[in-house]
């Protein structure tokens, strides 16, 4: 059984959705429970078995381990390969983890619960998937497993809300109801899709360019593709997958899909989706082609810059909640991406380690945000006031959550964002490390404030009836998450000590001297 | 592992461990009191250590060090943990361990009157900030003291706001947190570019004059904030809205003197940047006479007392400008210990009347004997009167400056030693002599044991600290000889003559008005122009850049995307009506496309 660790880890998640939709709706309660069971076993699974992975990773060898092999498209060289590598570990134990706490923190979601779990686990299976895959087309097709349910979870469970018309584009409003469920849904997929789009034509040009025989990504990594295509095809791949991760300017799905999706969704999407965009362009994009990474970096490390900061003043805007974490997570997702940019080792580190940090950060958030919206049935901080008072358990781990999106030593937070703009200051790139470092100065203002106005103060006020404190399931995954927070704060090594090997081998890769056009202009 | 080094680790983390099963173990925290238990256990254990280790520097001078890799970057390490024990932190280890100690037995009464649920966390965040700040002190590496020194921040954020349900209680906490975590980004920045330099966070690096000017300024940056010093002082007078034991540890003892020892633990990088110490040299005595003058006008005790600290870091920051690690740090002992005193008799005296106003007060000092002499004495030490602890270090700050920059700082210190000894003199004369002022006053009684032991503790180290010059600066490796100069003379009888002056002012009855220079200090002070300018700062730069932003990113960026999916619809709808469902449409497209074809036909086959 060891040897199918990875595709148990893999299929769990699906094969719990496939039962979840053959339990029976009519017994009640009972069905409800059983849903909800078994959902939380194949979460469970995953979880403990990503936990064994990264147990079972020899990290003094490196490289892929546990590989498994099964032909998909032998004619083509389709091959369903998965194996670990220094990344994935940390990366599953990251969805295992947000899985098993979103699938606690949506125990009281009402209506088609059993749809809802299952598009869930579906798109958590896809997730895994990813991040084990070694063969691009599967790559992909796992990465448009997670991506796409995300439709129809922010369609029919998600909430609306009002964007008044204003602006030059005053006139889409007759057309589109802009903050609605709907609307978010549909502009969250359709963006995705064409960055998809454009990976599609990125790996077919790399697949035909490297003899059309495979698609493995190992193989791939070794071809030399000549550099003009490595630097016309670098970009698509980067803004393919980037849309994903939030680069700016194509991040505006981002903060009306995280408001409108229900918590576990947006705890799952910013917490692990966004990460499956940042892991693309990094292990397909500049792993696979090098020279365009070299070429296109100093405009992608600026453009994270720019991220980075513009997040977090578009951030200190808003004052409805999950607005605020939406943007926020705009803005650390550009720390993924100027880690990157960087090609050091300490960079690739601090990149992986933020996806990871930031993952659990924002799971926490967002299933805070869910168990403040479901009793307040507000997400306007300015209406909020005193909630310390009635549910001082969230406002605790709610500032834990915060501390560590402003960087606090001691918390996970830290430990990447520190190293990214050490990386970045190290190379000499200036002006990518002071965004950064104001960017976490600005959070540290836009965080305290949120904070302060909705939990601080006298109150709350009469119009809030039922407010109180996290209950039994969501306890678990608020403490789950939180505590990940702190642990990896002070120990960062429980999970550094994998995803150095993985970054020292890749970045090897694209630091690999290239013939004669070593030098780039 | 040595005998020190566990000596150190036990006193890092016993109070982790105390904190971490308060913050855990939810039930017994919740009960109150057995939180208050586990915090001074903790903290008792951690000065029992600190005092072995303090012990054993007496004779050992050789600094010993236990690191573990934290951060690395394949065969690199980047960054490493652990403790680091010499004289430095050995020393600082029981100044923090002792003070916390004494505040938090003293909290025991002082908070009394909060609902359990509170109180616990009062005492896990006391066991939890006791580590903070230990992490700092026996830090190895810059970077592992920068940990320490944000985690400070952090409980000192939220022991402000402790009252949270208090909107200036809550504004305070934010603000501090906003004024230091400005300042920090210089230590961050200064790591950056010491780490660019050199591959490590070590303090002890020889760096070239640029670097070393520019890494010591960021770190000043930071130092400033963090002690309060001009133009970042605006934080600590408001941070006064936390209970008052908290001002004592942390806005008086210790974490505010985490910026003076920072410059005193990095002392290697400073001495490499004459530069940057004139300018500490200027500011902190800038500050030391600015923030004396504003205490000059305060009636509320807790801010006098604030801005005095302001005042006395201000003379701190000057000796380490001067050049003397030595003055500087010893300043920072005695003070931490008569400071502590006087915040925790002011908050002994504040519970028994229940305001912060001396003219509330009145006549203290026959209902309360302990808690007056505690601040009188205290008083007295911070006056620099001779043969009490603020005196000793006073003096060797003052002799470190004489001479520096055409004397003016000196003369700014001594001014502001004057100012000190009038502002103390007439906190001392109107809360504790003259008639009570209201019924509260006339009633109050001294305060219980819990209160009044720890107020005795610290009267100890407040009078005879003076008198271990030479012993701490042995364990610093460094040497101390007291003579009685001109210096001392002159500062202890300016001291003396503020005394005078104040119990002429004050002395002799309630005023009703202000002598005019006072009335003129005080009508400047009330402009808050400092903090003005950050508001107008935040109001009109921070917040309006953020509206834009934000309405860029909501009405252009995204208008764009939206613009894109109009025009795709538009387009849509534009080209429907070709699709029109007659028969004739669709014969004359027909038509149309075979005249096409036999057009290219016959022409196209020109090429």
């Known amino acids: ?521 | 592992m040595t005998r020190p080094v566990m000596y150190a680790l036990v006193a890092l983390w016993t109070p982790a461990i105390a904190a971490l099963a308060l913050a855990a173990l939810v039930p017994l925290r919740k009960k109150g009191w057995p939180a208050a238990a586990v915090a001074i256990f903790s903290s008792l254990v951690s000065l029992g250590s600190a005092i072995a280790l303090f012990m054993d520097r007496l004779h050992d001078e050789v600094p010993q060090q236990l690191v573990a890799p934290w951060i690395h970057a394949g065969s690199t390490v980047v960054a490493e943990v652990g403790v680091r024990v010499d004289g430095i932190s050995a020393s600082m280890l029981v100044v923090v361990t002792l003070v916390a100690t004494c505040v938090q037995v003293f909290s025991v009464g002082y908070m009394h009157d909060e609902p359990p649920a509170a109180y616990g966390r009062y005492f896990t965040l006391h066991a939890l900030f006791l580590f903070s700040m230990n992490t700092l002190v026996i830090a190895p590496n810059i970077l592992q003291l920068f940990a320490g020194w944000e985690l400070v921040g952090v409980t000192s954020y939220l022991l402000i706001g402790f009252y949270f349900k208090k909107p200036s209680a809550a504004r305070a906490a934010v603000k501090a947190f906003w004024v230091t975590k400005f300042a920090d980004m210089g230590l961050l920045f200064g790591l950056l570019v010491l780490f660019a330099a050199t591959g490590n966070f070590g303090w002890d690096a020889k760096l070239s004059h640029g670097v070393a000017t520019a890494v010591t300024l960021l770190f000043f940056l930071a130092v400033v904030g963090k002690s309060a010093q001009f133009p970042l002082h605006v934080w600590l007078p408001d941070a006064m809205e936390g209970p008052t034991p908290v001002s004592a540890l942390l806005h008086a003892a210790t974490m505010v003197a985490a910026g003076v020892f920072l410059v005193v633990r990095t002392n290697p990088l400073f001495a490499q940047a004459p530069a940057t110490r004139m300018v500490m040299l200027g500011l902190g005595a800038a500050t030391a006479l600015f923030a004396a003058l504003l205490a000059l006008v305060q009636t509320d005790i807790k801010k006098t007392l604030a801005y005095s600290t302001c005042s006395q870091l201000g003379y701190m920051v000057a000796a380490l400008g001067a050049g003397s690690m030595l003055g500087g740090f010893f300043h920072l002992t005695t003070h931490a210990f008569f400071k502590a005193l006087l915040f925790l008799a002011a908050g002994s005296a504040i519970h028994a009347v229940h305001s912060n106003e001396i003219t509330d007060m009145g006549g203290l000092a026959k209902k309360m004997p302990i808690t007056a002499s505690a601040f009188i004495v205290g008083s007295l030490a911070l006056a620099g009167v001779p043969g009490l602890s603020g005196f000793f270090s006073k003096d060797l700050v003052l002799e470190a400056v004489e001479g520096q920059l055409s004397n003016v700082p000196y003369a700014a210190l001594m001014l502001t030693a004057f100012l000190t000894a009038f502002y103390m003199g007439k906190v001392v004369f109107v809360a504790f002599f003259g008639k009570p002022s209201n019924e509260k006053a006339a009633h109050a009684h001294e305060s219980g044991l819990s209160m009044s032991g720890p107020l005795m503790v610290l009267m100890v180290p407040t009078v005879v600290a003076g008198y271990f010059g030479a012993t701490f600066a042995h364990v610093q490796g460094e040497h101390y000889h007291f003579h009685f100069g001109t210096g001392p003379a002159v500062a202890s009888s300016l001291g003396l003559a503020g005394i005078v002056l104040a119990y002429f002012v004050y002395g002799r009855g309630p005023r009703t008005e202000q002598p005019a220079a006072v009335a003129l200090v005080d009508r400047i002070a009330k402009t808050r122009l400092v903090n003005r300018v950050y508001e107008y700062g935040f109001h009109n730069v921070t917040l309006v850049v953020a509206s834009g932003l934000a309405f860029v990113d909501r009405y252009v960026v995204d208008g764009l995307i939206n613009l894109l999916g109009y025009g795709a619809i538009e387009a849509g709808r534009k080209a429907r009506p070709i699709q029109s469902g007659f028969a004739p449409d669709y014969v004359l497209a027909v038509v149309l496309g075979v005249v096409g074809l036999a057009v290219w036909a016959v022409f196209g086959s020109w090429r």
């Open chain 1, 1 to 521: 059984m060891n040897s199918h660790l990875l595709s148990i880890i893999v299929a769990a998640p699906a094969i719990a959705a496939l039962i979840v939709m053959f339990i029976s709706e009519r017994d009640g309660a009972n069905s409800r429970l059983a849903i909800r069971l078994v959902s939380l076993v194949g979460a469970a699974i995953s979880f403990a078995g990503s936990l064994v992975a990264i147990r079972t990773y020899d990290k003094a060898l490196g490289g892929l381990q546990r590989v498994e092999d099964y032909p998909l498209i032998p004619s083509f060289g389709v091959h369903v390969k998965l194996a670990l590598d220094g990344w994935g570990g940390p990366l599953l134990v990251l969805t295992g983890v947000i899985l098993f706490a979103g699938v606690l923190a949506s125990w009281t979601v009402k209506t088609r619960d059993r749809e809802f779990f299952a598009l869930l686990l579906v798109l958590t299976a896809g997730v895994f998937g990813v991040f084990v895959s070694q063969d691009l087309l599967v790559f992909f097709l796992f990465y448009e497993i997670a991506v796409l349910p995300m439709y129809v979870l922010i369609g029919i469970w998600g909430s609306s809300h009002k964007v008044p018309a204003r602006g030059p584009f005053k006139f889409v409003w007759n057309i589109f109801d802009i903050g609605g469920k709907q609307y978010a849904a549909m502009k969250l997929t359709l963006m995705l899709l064409v960055g998809s789009a454009a990976i599609m034509a990125a790996i077919f040009v790399l697949f035909l360019k490297a003899g059309g025989t495979t698609f493995d990504m190992g193989v791939l990594a070794n071809t030399k593709y000549d550099r003009q295509t490595q630097i016309i095809v670098f970009p698509l791949v980067w803004l393919g997958f980037g849309t994903l991760a939030g680069v700016f300017p194509f991040h505006t799905w981002s903060p009306d899909g995280h408001a409108s999706a229900p918590t576990a969704v947006s705890m799952l999407h910013a917490g692990v989706l966004m990460k499956l965009g940042a892991f693309g362009v990094m292990r397909v994009g500049m792993v696979i082609l090098p020279e365009g990474a070299r070429y296109w970096v100093p405009v992608v490390g600026a453009v994270a810059a720019i991220n980075v900061l513009y997040g977090a003043f578009c951030a200190m805007n808003q004052t409805d909640l999950k607005y605020i974490i939406a943007y926020s997570s705009v803005s650390h997702m550009g720390v993924v991406m100027l880690g990157a940019a960087t090609l050091t080792t300490t960079g690739w580190n601090g990149a992986v380690f933020q996806m990871v940090a930031h993952g659990i950060m924002t799971g926490l958030f967002f299933a805070l945000v869910g168990l403040v919206y479901e009793r307040a049935h507000t997400r306007a901080i300015l209406k909020m006031g005193g909630f310390a008072n009635v549910m001082p358990g969230v406002a605790a781990f709610f500032t834990l959550g915060c501390l560590s999106s402003l960087g606090l030593p001691g918390t996970a937070g830290f430990v990447s964002e520190f190293m990214v703009f050490l990386a970045a200051w190290k190379s000499q790139h200036y002006f990518w490390a002071i965004p950064g470092v104001l960017g976490a100065f600005i959070t540290a203002i836009y965080v305290l404030r949120a904070t302060r106005s909705i939990f601080w103060g006298p109150g709350p006020s009469h119009d809030f009836h039922d407010l109180s404190d996290a209950k039994k399931t969501e306890w678990g995954a608020i403490v789950i998450l939180g505590s990940c927070l702190v642990i990896l704060g002070f120990w960062p090594r429980l999970i550094l000590d994998y995803i150095d090997p993985g970054s020292v081998e890749y970045l090897g890769k694209v630091l690999a001297p290239v013939s004669a056009l070593a030098r780039l202009p």
